[in-house]
């Protein structure tokens, strides 16, 4: 058994000859088969992925999986929906393609959420995805396959797309690490879109170091994509030292005091109280860590300016899909019946729902009172995070209410109550920080996580004080031993 | 029409053919016969493909918008246009709208209509993505996607023309521009240019500057050449009256009409209330474009000389009449292959009737572009050079020309092909003229009598015998000296 290992100890093994990389692609396609069984992870297994040769790069002949909504020439890409559900592109995603430069080999493609707009694991064409901790519940999304992936010890590592949190949210239900690093260090071109301005490619793992040797080889600016930067004197991996004596962190009041949820339950209570014996943590490894407070009414605006900043993107992003270049084309007597039918049959009602939302908000006569306010609400917030930077390294909160949710009985919609506790994190995607999971313990057996966000281009900050912590929380490398 | 005046507004679009790749994508811009093989996978709007600016593009926009006096922005930024059309396989066109500003705002245009000086605000200019084309047939439709992407620029009037002929005045005008500045061939046969028009009907004598006092703004699309511009906007003031005599203007809505080639008219297509919301919104996948002062001041300093400025020049430092430079400037090819013509050496007007008049002349007749000829400048400076320095006739010269023009032969190769190079060479010619009077002794004997004139009949016989080589000058002096020594 290899494959719980981590990027580094896999390397090693690899170098020293104890196993061949042959050896982890039949290990990695087995359990995925085995995954497959259990939780529904994949859209495509690729039973005849071949290996590679192992060289002095990290990432060499190591298995990996793909968020089916990353381009791969040849292969399969149908971003969970109907709509593509027989695309074979003929181009690969430019991060992808980084990886593949870098030896890394894939053995398949996660189910998401439909196109990454669902937060439950639930939506995707293939079926719902179920959390190998415990398969009566979810994963969150909408990298929900990554994240059971990971989380099983089918790989060391998978990619995902965070648009809200989709990599963030899902990697705490499932006890592993989820980092999106700064908007435009990693390419997004071949990656389809959900909402462009607030989409970010990165990495799901099993230590803060993997993260970051993932995101070092997937990064890069990128000819096809305007809004990529060039980091190439950014070494992820080599700048974590874990020397974080004097660092500063601050939590939010309004969002991590047990007081301002007067209905708390058990697990809500349990989570926010590990979280501040984290801080304590933080604290005994030198870091001053404070309490600020950011106004309420701002941070309850978070869920509905991410509501109407994402579906106005996604309606105009998902007009490309007619049925009559690529996916499944419809019948119909006209073109537009044809278009009609296509899209009619071929999106889950959730996204049709989105569509709506955003064809409303940029309808001319309400596009200043939902769009245009949106965007400065998003501003406000990002500036108030950016001020918050001028003084801390970090912002450090839990994520979500708790462990993960059951699935019989969830509903994509929030309770109002902690509605921002699990939405803050989309503050990351307004802002384009750099923002990572790491797990930080148990409730019911069940893994929960905290999440550290820093300004742009801090991602190397951000990076050191996560594994500062991971490394002494115990729960690196963790997989899935004894799921229900 | 006495009562009344027309208020005509243009959106003119000018596909920019001098780049070499398309404004957001690395596919080829280029015309070309083979449909769809100038696609990238970003010009059919494949998942997960974006949008990369042509800075090229972005350059000979911001010329435009220099040349039209426009205001440029600090900021580039493009926007969203969204609706669905099977011409537009991305679901919507990156374009530019005027909030945030484009590439061009509030400019002006002076051009001639008529020999007279007209002014024409210019409301703004944007630079936008071209959609694939279509090709209708009984079979069904099928879509080109070259024509997807490629780079266009829109320029909006305000509705200053008052009449057919100022309408299309001003769109030669701008097509002239778009050519001399190397910003696009503005060819209508390939589709380049197409335009929308406005036009409503005002009472003489009102302000017309303030739009309270216009009529009800009737919009006509898909005009796609000059000619069909003139008429639409005939068509569309003689419907307008009509309405007016018959009372019923006053009904007409706000509406937009489609201009019908094979009848002559248009057609209504919708109402103002049915006017499509295009959900724009700024593009997210091409972050804002600091547009630099320097960047600016050098293009500006790019750009080449326009027309007027090089009619003026041939009639100042050449000499030739503003009817011949107006002539030599209406294309920028006739332009171009003149001055080419000079530097070689050619007389500016030898140069200047050679090509208003025979060249020209011979395109018109027989139907030929500048593209089908092999005709250079160095051909035709070569050409004037053999009648000045007397190796040829004027005549002869004529037929030289008729040959070169398609043929892919030099003067100098058909000259000799045609042993048409003129004998100036006095001793052999003195040799032919006493050949000629040893023939004739009969017409020397009239000579002596006092029929001088009989001198022209000699020389005849000389360019007869050389086959019309002889220098005539020289062949009728050499005559004229040798009969006096009989």
Same mark, same amino acid.
């Given at each position: 058994m290899y494959m719980d290992k981590t990027i580094e100890e896999l390397h090693e093994k690899l170098k020293n000859g104890e196993v061949t990389s042959q050896e982890l692609i039949k290990e990695s396609l087995q359990k995925s088969h085995e995954l497959q069984e259990k939780c529904n992870a994949f859209v495509t297994i690729l039973d005849d992925a071949e290996p590679r040769e192992v060289t002095d790069d990290m990432l060499s002949g190591i298995p990996y999986g793909i968020k089916d909504n990353y381009s791969t020439k040849g292969i399969l890409s149908t971003g969970s929906s109907n709509t593509l559900k027989d695309y074979v592109p003929f181009f690969t995603a430019t991060a992808i393609e980084n990886l593949e430069k870098h030896g890394a080999v894939a053995t398949n493609k996660t189910v998401l959420d439909e196109f990454g707009m669902g937060g439950t694991g639930t939506t995707g064409h293939t079926g719902t995805v179920k959390n190998p901790w415990d398969t009566s519940r979810m994963c969150a999304g909408s990298s929900a396959g990554s994240a059971a992936a990971v989380a099983y010890g089918v790989y060391p590592y998978a990619t995902g797309s965070d648009t809200g949190d989709s990599i963030r949210k899902p990697a705490a239900y499932c006890g592993i690490v989820g980092y999106k690093p700064t908007y435009g260090m990693i390419s997004r071109y071949g990656l389809f879109p959900f909402a462009s301005s607030l989409d970010h490619c990165g990495a799901l793992t099993r230590s803060v170091k993997d993260a970051a040797i993932v995101v070092d080889a997937m990064k890069g600016k990128d000819k096809y994509d305007m809004t990529s930067f060039d980091s190439k004197d950014i070494h992820l991996y080599d700048s974590i030292d874990g020397k974080v004596k004097g660092k500063k962190l601050?939590?939010?009041?309004?969002?991590?005091?047990?007081?301002?949820?007067?209905?708390?339950?058990?697990?809500?209570?349990?989570?926010?109280?590990?979280?501040?014996?984290?801080?304590?943590?933080?604290?005994?490894?030198?870091?001053?860590?404070?309490?600020?407070?950011?106004?309420?009414?701002?941070?309850?605006?978070?869920?509905?300016?991410?509501?109407?900043?994402?579906?106005?993107?996604?309606?105009?992003?998902?007009?490309?899909?007619?049925?009559?270049?690529?996916?499944?084309?419809?019948?119909?007597?006209?073109?537009?019946?044809?278009?009609?039918?296509?899209?009619?049959?071929?999106?889950?009602?959730?996204?049709?729902?989105?569509?709506?939302?955003?064809?409303? #908000?940029?309808?001319?006569?309400?596009?200043?009172?939902?769009?245009?306010?949106?965007?400065? #609400?998003?501003?406000?917030?990002?500036?108030?995070?950016?001020?918050?930077?001028?003084?801390?390294?970090?912002?450090?909160?839990?994520?979500?209410?708790?462990?993960?949710?059951?699935?019989?009985?969830?509903?994509?919609?929030?309770?109002?109550?902690?509605?921002?506790?699990?939405?803050?994190?989309?503050?990351?995607?307004?802002?384009?920080?750099?923002?990572?999971?790491?797990?930080?313990?148990?409730?019911?057996?069940?893994?929960?996580?905290?999440?550290?966000?820093?300004?742009?281009?801090?991602?190397?900050?951000?990076?050191?004080?996560?594994?500062?912590?991971?490394?002494?929380?115990?729960?690196?490398?963790?997989?899935?031993?004894?799921?229900? | 029409m006495d009562n009344y005046i027309a208020l005509i507004g243009l959106e003119m679009h000018c596909e920019i053919s001098e780049t070499n790749t398309k404004v957001f994508s690395s596919a080829e811009n280029s015309y070309k016969e083979d449909a769809n093989t100038n696609v990238r996978p970003v010009d059919m709007g494949f998942p997960g493909t974006l949008p990369v600016v042509n800075k090229e593009a972005v350059r000979l926009a911001l010329m435009a918008s220099m040349i039209l006096k426009c205001t440029q922005p600090e900021y580039l930024y493009f926007e969203r246009k969204n609706y669905y059309y099977p011409d537009l396989p991305k679901g919507f066109q990156i374009t530019q709208e005027t909030k945030p500003a484009p590439i061009g705002s509030y400019g002006s245009l002076t051009f001639e209509c008529h020999g007279e000086e007209k002014t024409v605000r210019i409301n703004n200019l944007h630079l936008e993505e071209d959609a694939a084309s279509s090709d209708h047939s009984p079979e069904g439709t099928r879509i080109n996607y070259n024509r997807a992407g490629v780079p266009l620029l829109e320029l909006v009037t305000e509705p200053d023309l008052h009449s057919a002929d100022e309408a299309v005045a001003f769109l030669e005008t701008m097509r002239s521009i778009y050519q001399y500045a190397g910003i696009s061939e503005a060819d209508s046969k390939k589709g380049q240019i197409r335009c929308d028009v406005n036009v409503s009907l005002m009472e003489k004598g009102k302000d017309m500057k303030d739009p309270k006092n216009w009529g009800t703004k009737i919009e006509i699309k898909n005009v796609n050449s000059f000619g069909g511009v003139r008429d639409a906007i005939n068509y569309e003031i003689e419907r307008q009256l009509e309405l007016i005599e018959d009372g019923k203007y006053d009904e007409m809505e706000q509406q937009t009409r489609r201009w019908d080639e094979e009848t002559g008219t248009t057609k209504f297509m919708r109402s103002k209330v049915d006017a499509i919301d295009y959900k724009y919104f700024v593009e997210p996948n091409i972050p804002k474009i600091k547009l630099s002062k320097a960047w600016l001041d050098e293009i500006k300093a790019q750009i080449p000389r326009l027309a007027n400025e090089r009619k003026e020049a041939y009639i100042n430092d050449y000499g030739i009449s503003e009817y011949d430079a107006t002539i030599l400037v209406k294309e920028k090819a006739y332009a171009d292959f003149y001055e080419e013509t000079i530097s070689l050496g050619a007389d500016p007007k030898a140069a200047s009737n050679w090509i208003t008049t025979n060249l020209l002349g011979s395109l018109n007749k027989l139907e030929l572009t500048m593209d089908d000829i092999t005709l250079t400048p160095d051909m035709l400076a070569e050409l004037i050079d053999l009648i000045s320095s007397g190796k040829i006739s004027s005549k002869q010269a004529k037929d030289v020309f008729a040959d070169v023009l398609t043929s892919g032969k030099t003067p100098k190769e058909v000259v000799k092909e045609k042993g048409m190079e003129q004998m100036s060479d006095a001793g052999e010619i003195v040799k032919i003229a006493n050949e000629v009077l040893d023939e004739n002794p009969d017409v020397i004997e009239q000579y002596k009598k006092g029929r001088t004139n009989v001198v022209d009949y000699l020389t005849g016989q000389i360019m007869k015998k050389t086959k019309g080589t002889a220098n005539p000058g020289l062949a009728r002096q050499t005559m004229a000296e040798e009969i006096e020594k009989r």
């Amino acid at each position: 058994m290899y494959m719980d290992k981590t990027i580094e100890e896999l390397h090693e093994k690899l170098k020293n000859g104890e196993v061949t990389s042959q050896e982890l692609i039949k290990e990695s396609l087995q359990k995925s088969h085995e995954l497959q069984e259990k939780c529904n992870a994949f859209v495509t297994i690729l039973d005849d992925a071949e290996p590679r040769e192992v060289t002095d790069d990290m990432l060499s002949g190591i298995p990996y999986g793909i968020k089916d909504n990353y381009s791969t020439k040849g292969i399969l890409s149908t971003g969970s929906s109907n709509t593509l559900k027989d695309y074979v592109p003929f181009f690969t995603a430019t991060a992808i393609e980084n990886l593949e430069k870098h030896g890394a080999v894939a053995t398949n493609k996660t189910v998401l959420d439909e196109f990454g707009m669902g937060g439950t694991g639930t939506t995707g064409h293939t079926g719902t995805v179920k959390n190998p901790w415990d398969t009566s519940r979810m994963c969150a999304g909408s990298s929900a396959g990554s994240a059971a992936a990971v989380a099983y010890g089918v790989y060391p590592y998978a990619t995902g797309s965070d648009t809200g949190d989709s990599i963030r949210k899902p990697a705490a239900y499932c006890g592993i690490v989820g980092y999106k690093p700064t908007y435009g260090m990693i390419s997004r071109y071949g990656l389809f879109p959900f909402a462009s301005s607030l989409d970010h490619c990165g990495a799901l793992t099993r230590s803060v170091k993997d993260a970051a040797i993932v995101v070092d080889a997937m990064k890069g600016k990128d000819k096809y994509d305007m809004t990529s930067f060039d980091s190439k004197d950014i070494h992820l991996y080599d700048s974590i030292d874990g020397k974080v004596k004097g660092k500063k962190l601050c939590y939010i009041k309004e969002l991590c005091d047990i007081n301002m949820y007067p209905h708390a339950d058990s697990e809500l209570k349990e989570h926010l109280k590990n979280f501040m014996n984290k801080i304590e943590l933080c604290k005994k490894l030198g870091m001053d860590v404070e309490e600020v407070s950011v106004d309420q009414t701002l941070l309850n605006a978070l869920p509905s300016v991410y509501v109407v900043i994402s579906c106005a993107e996604a309606t105009s992003n998902m007009s490309n899909l007619t049925g009559f270049i690529f996916g499944p084309r419809a019948e119909g007597d006209k073109y537009d019946e044809e278009m009609k039918n296509y899209r009619t049959q071929g999106f889950s009602p959730l996204i049709k729902r989105r569509f709506v939302i955003g064809s409303y #908000v940029l309808q001319s006569q309400n596009k200043d009172r939902y769009f245009h306010n949106a965007q400065r #609400v998003r501003r406000l917030l990002v500036d108030t995070w950016k001020d918050l930077f001028k003084k801390y390294d970090a912002v450090i909160l839990p994520v979500g209410s708790g462990p993960a949710k059951k699935l019989e009985g969830s509903k994509d919609i929030l309770d109002p109550n902690t509605a921002v506790l699990e939405d803050h994190l989309q503050i990351g995607n307004f802002g384009g920080f750099p923002s990572i999971t790491i797990p930080d313990g148990f409730i019911n057996n069940l893994p929960v996580g905290l999440n550290l966000t820093g300004n742009c281009y801090d991602d190397i900050n951000v990076l050191n004080i996560a594994y500062a912590l991971e490394s002494e929380m115990g729960y690196k490398g963790q997989t899935v031993k004894e799921g229900k | 029409m006495d009562n009344y005046i027309a208020l005509i507004g243009l959106e003119m679009h000018c596909e920019i053919s001098e780049t070499n790749t398309k404004v957001f994508s690395s596919a080829e811009n280029s015309y070309k016969e083979d449909a769809n093989t100038n696609v990238r996978p970003v010009d059919m709007g494949f998942p997960g493909t974006l949008p990369v600016v042509n800075k090229e593009a972005v350059r000979l926009a911001l010329m435009a918008s220099m040349i039209l006096k426009c205001t440029q922005p600090e900021y580039l930024y493009f926007e969203r246009k969204n609706y669905y059309y099977p011409d537009l396989p991305k679901g919507f066109q990156i374009t530019q709208e005027t909030k945030p500003a484009p590439i061009g705002s509030y400019g002006s245009l002076t051009f001639e209509c008529h020999g007279e000086e007209k002014t024409v605000r210019i409301n703004n200019l944007h630079l936008e993505e071209d959609a694939a084309s279509s090709d209708h047939s009984p079979e069904g439709t099928r879509i080109n996607y070259n024509r997807a992407g490629v780079p266009l620029l829109e320029l909006v009037t305000e509705p200053d023309l008052h009449s057919a002929d100022e309408a299309v005045a001003f769109l030669e005008t701008m097509r002239s521009i778009y050519q001399y500045a190397g910003i696009s061939e503005a060819d209508s046969k390939k589709g380049q240019i197409r335009c929308d028009v406005n036009v409503s009907l005002m009472e003489k004598g009102k302000d017309m500057k303030d739009p309270k006092n216009w009529g009800t703004k009737i919009e006509i699309k898909n005009v796609n050449s000059f000619g069909g511009v003139r008429d639409a906007i005939n068509y569309e003031i003689e419907r307008q009256l009509e309405l007016i005599e018959d009372g019923k203007y006053d009904e007409m809505e706000q509406q937009t009409r489609r201009w019908d080639e094979e009848t002559g008219t248009t057609k209504f297509m919708r109402s103002k209330v049915d006017a499509i919301d295009y959900k724009y919104f700024v593009e997210p996948n091409i972050p804002k474009i600091k547009l630099s002062k320097a960047w600016l001041d050098e293009i500006k300093a790019q750009i080449p000389r326009l027309a007027n400025e090089r009619k003026e020049a041939y009639i100042n430092d050449y000499g030739i009449s503003e009817y011949d430079a107006t002539i030599l400037v209406k294309e920028k090819a006739y332009a171009d292959f003149y001055e080419e013509t000079i530097s070689l050496g050619a007389d500016p007007k030898a140069a200047s009737n050679w090509i208003t008049t025979n060249l020209l002349g011979s395109l018109n007749k027989l139907e030929l572009t500048m593209d089908d000829i092999t005709l250079t400048p160095d051909m035709l400076a070569e050409l004037i050079d053999l009648i000045s320095s007397g190796k040829i006739s004027s005549k002869q010269a004529k037929d030289v020309f008729a040959d070169v023009l398609t043929s892919g032969k030099t003067p100098k190769e058909v000259v000799k092909e045609k042993g048409m190079e003129q004998m100036s060479d006095a001793g052999e010619i003195v040799k032919i003229a006493n050949e000629v009077l040893d023939e004739n002794p009969d017409v020397i004997e009239q000579y002596k009598k006092g029929r001088t004139n009989v001198v022209d009949y000699l020389t005849g016989q000389i360019m007869k015998k050389t086959k019309g080589t002889a220098n005539p000058g020289l062949a009728r002096q050499t005559m004229a000296e040798e009969i006096e020594k009989r």
